[in-house]
């Protein structure tokens, strides 16, 4: 019985291991089948690997930055403005600084004639005048040079804080511009005071013991015309006589004055031409809110893209277009300069997007598939002109040259506008486009701005998203910061205007001290001597203010365009306000002046001033 029973144990095993082998057989087949495949994939992998391309190093620099290069900008916009106005500053201290002394040596003619007659060289009395006018400059560009080191840079870097996160604020002194701002400022001071000197020193000591002779009275050219000069009362025919006769203080109010209305005009006037970037491009030249970036021109066919952009409720209307960075083949004295080459897909949609006009005249510029238009900004540092032929380089460096056939009005950036048949004639490939304009609805997509950023994001072959309004923002705060700086202008020029009133109008009483005494004499009250010389020094800052408005006009026009950065373009025009604010300060400063004029008029001795030193 056992031994039966193993013979069937045994019968079992071998059919079980029948079995077994059966199922070996079954499963290395399938096995070498899915090992086939297995290979052969590995095979299509490492070809797909082999057939890939070497890749490319990008290597990035603080100037690709944004932050940086974006306060780097900034830094030159300063430091450009910081190459002009001192100049004018300067002109106008030496200005002051003549006045100031020549008030000095009028008073102390008989002190000139005296040492003269003692026996003192013109020489050794001029010295006595220079070493006073460079002792008060010295001292003047010691407190000017401790303070400027530290406040002007303090201002303008506390306006930057604004837009940026700055480390400490470091003023180190700076021995070389200090040096140099001290030296040109006593040169300036030693000039005028010699040349106020001179006319003195030539003078016998007996002229110089006595009174300065009064200009002597003419006939004017106002006095031939009859019909009107009969028409004026006696008082304002005096002050035009005495603005006539006294020529050397008229032409100095007159440019003192216009100096410094100038320099306020230009102050507003730098205001008035950056916050045009703003207002202008964003606001009237662009009319779309939204730059997409893509990967590739496919994406155009992307199902979820499409649904997004078709979406009233989102987008109002877009235009695919390809921005190329390019090069400018500069031509002869031309910089070099990058160019972006934009190219829409549909030439007759393109000013639905932005508007195509000239800036001096706001006539419409005609955009068409045969239009070559470049910038206003690229056609000045190009010396280009309608007709003339630009050179480009692509960014695969394949060169092409365009006719130009209009010059278009833009602030930012550099652009050349053609059409998708120019640029693929131009140079031989087709554009592909790789990004998208959308204009939103007005009251702003549904979801708002930062929701349809991120589902445009969430796209697959979405690469970027730029909104036109973070652009604006950031032009904005750019505006905010130099406003603290034409503050610091125009506050400095008010006061170099408050000085050189004050110095002209009390030069004027001064020298007419004894003909103000002799009016007081014939029954003037003190409200009437006032108002003789208030009329003049109004009548003064009026022809003064309307000159410094003409000269304010080509200032600010050599100081902007000394101050555009190369990818910006600056606004040439200032607005009325700014001429208005600009006459009406210089109007209160000589108000002012009359106001503290007033107190030595009154106080003007009729004895004294009527004694006779001969």
Known sequence: AEYEDGLKKLADAKEELAQGWQDYREGQAEADRELAEAEEKISDAEREISDIEEGEWYIYDRQDNTGFASYSSNTDKIAAIGQVFPVFFFLVAALVALTTMTRMVEEERQQIGTMKALGYSSPQIAVKYLLYAAAASLLGCICGVALGMQLFPTVIINAYNIMYFLPGILTPFDWTLALFSSIAAILCTLAATFGACRAALRESPARLMLPKAPEPGKRILLERVTPLWKRLKFTQKVTARNLMRYKKRFFMTVIGISGCTALLVTGFGIRDSISDIVDIQYGELSHYQLIVGLLHEDALEDAELLDILDDKSQVENWLAALQESGQVVP?????????????PSEPERLPEFFQFRHRSDGQAVEYSKDAVIITEKLAERQHLRVGDTIRVKNQDETEAAFTITDICENYVSHYLYISAEAYQEAFGQAAEMNSLLCALPEGGP??????????????????????????????????????????????????????????????????REKELATIKVLGFYDSEVAGYVYRETMALTLIGTGAGLLLGMALHQFVIRTAEIDMVMFGRAIYAPSYIIAALLTFLFSVLVNLVMYRKLKNISMVESMKAPE
């Not at 031509?331 to 190219?343: K, M, N, Q």
């Open 331 to 343: 031509g002869a004295r031309a910089p070099e300069d990058s160019v972006t080459i934009f190219v």
């Open 446 to 511: 549904a979801g708002g701005e930062g929701g349809l950023t991120t589902q445009l994001l969430k796209c697959e072959d979405v690469a970027m998203t730029t909104s036109t309004a973070e652009l604006s923002a950031s032009f904005s705060n750019s505006i905010q910061s130099i406003n603290y700086i034409v503050v610091v202008l125009i506050i400095s020029a008010g006061a170099l205007a408050f000085v050189v009133v004050y110095n002209l109008t009390n030069i004027n009483v001064t020298e």
